[in-house]
């Protein structure tokens, strides 16, 4: 079991910046791959950033390359999702996610490839 916790959500005017952590406990290992999936009032949870050991880059939906970045401070056993210049569209619950290998790639984007999730943390980006 692996367990995740998010933090760091909070108000914010448009245009600021926000950093989620996520620390993750329990057999969590440097090799999982890790995902940020918000989820907005009515909608399905969607992609926005992950990463992985396997080659050690990270990957971002198109709404918010350039803007979000993922860093991992393996000692600490955390992944920070550092989210810049925030639209009110990137008003959400903020989920993170791992997934335990042996993984193949394939499928990163997809909610359903995850192993472990935490509860999700309130972002709101105010006009």
């Known amino acids: 079991q692996v367990q995740l916790v998010e933090s760091g959500g909070g108000l914010v005017p448009a245009g600021g910046p926000l950093r989620l952590s996520c620390p993750a406990s329990?057999?969590?290992?440097?090799?999982?791959?890790m995902g940020w999936f918000p989820q907005a009032p009515g909608k399905k949870r969607e992609f926005v950033g992950g990463?992985?050991?396997?080659?050690?880059?990270?990957y971002f939906a198109d709404s918010v390359k350039g803007r979000f970045t993922i860093y991992r401070d393996n000692a600490k056993n955390t992944v920070y999702l550092q989210m810049n210049n925030l639209k009110r569209e990137d008003t959400a619950v903020y989920f993170c996610?791992?997934?335990?290998?042996?993984?193949?790639?394939?499928?990163?984007?997809?909610?359903?490839?995850?192993?472990?999730w935490g509860q999700g943390t309130q972002v709101t980006v105010s006009s």
């Open positions: 996610a791992a997934k335990v290998p042996p993984y193949f790639m394939a499928g990163a984007a997809t909610d359903a490839w995850y192993d472990y």
């Open positions: 990463s992985a050991t396997t080659d050690g880059r990270t």
């Open positions: 329990g057999r969590t290992s440097s090799r999982d791959a």
